[in-house]
T-cell receptor, first 113, second 116 residues
Framework: KAGVTQTPRYLIKTRGQQVTLSCSPI?????VSWYQQTPGQGLQFLFE???????NKGNFPGRFSGRQFSNSRSEMNVSTLELGDSALYLC????????????FGEGSRLTVL | AQKVTQAQTEISVVEKEDVTLDCVYE???????LFWYKQPPSGELVFLIR??????QNEISGRYSWNFQKSTSSFNFTITASQVVDSAVYFC?????????????FGKGTLLTVNP
């Protein structure tokens, strides 16, 4: 079956702009989460959604937001972009069993100039 | 607080060499899961293994093996007879048993380069 799909794969923005990233989980997976990966901070948990509800949020400012739709697809939005927001944003989905086994997409690489 | 330390930032080996990636973790929980994920150049993290804190039995899967030692809080990963396709960043991660499925604490990763 198809894996986790993230769009766009690459994008370039300038400071102050906003960006929306999309994630389609594996068919049948209802849980989706987002991670930010940077060389300095590594992989950091952003937020988690299940059945359109945010269940957990990492330690990120309010400029980072997300949502999940009824078909389990998820979007994350970053407003008022800063240079430090340049990162690989990874989406992961899970089949629901609380085992920590996650299925990741290839990520959206955001560059902020 | 949970913490995962991968002291080796980069490792470079020649094909067919054995290589061990170190992982040391800290947690106050008595029940937890440990993981290894592989991140090839394409970007997606690929799940390799999960180990429950109650199961210290070592595991072997083909050329991969994992050594879990609670006494030293370590969960090391060995690749035997490495191949060029093993080149990737490898992440060790930790999750407590009761927490969200997604709140994994990741190490900073080890970049493994296998040269032909």
């Amino acid at each position: 079956k198809a894996g986790v799909t993230q769009t766009p794969r690459y994008l370039i923005k300038t400071r102050g702009q906003q960006v929306t990233l999309s994630c389609s989980p594996i068919s049948g997976h209802r849980s989706v989460s987002w991670y930010q990966q940077t060389p300095g901070q590594g992989l950091q948990f952003l937020f988690e959604y299940f059945s359109e509800t945010q269940r957990n949020k990492g330690n990120f400012p309010g400029r980072f937001s997300g949502r999940q739709f009824s078909n389990s697809r998820s979007e994350m939005n970053v407003s008022t972009l800063e240079l430090g927001d340049s990162a690989l944003y990874l989406c992961a989905s899970s089949g629901g069993r609380n085992t920590g086994e996650l299925f990741f997409g290839e990520g959206s690489r955001l560059t902020v100039l | 607080a949970q913490k995962v330390t991968q002291a080796q930032t980069e490792i470079s080996v020649v094909e067919k060499e054995d290589v061990t990636l170190d992982c040391v973790y800290e947690t106050r929980d008595t029940t937890y899961y440990l993981f290894w994920y592989k991140q090839p150049p394409s970007g997606e993290l690929v799940f390799l293994i999960r180990r429950n804190s109650f199961d210290e039995q070592n595991e072997i899967s083909g050329r991969y093996s994992w050594n879990f030692q609670k006494s030293t809080s370590s969960f090391n990963f060995t690749i035997t007879a490495s191949q060029v396709v093993d080149s990737a960043v490898y992440f060790c991660a930790l999750k407590n048993s009761g927490g969200s499925n997604y709140k994994l604490t990741f190490g900073k990763g080890t970049l493994l380069t296998v040269n032909p």
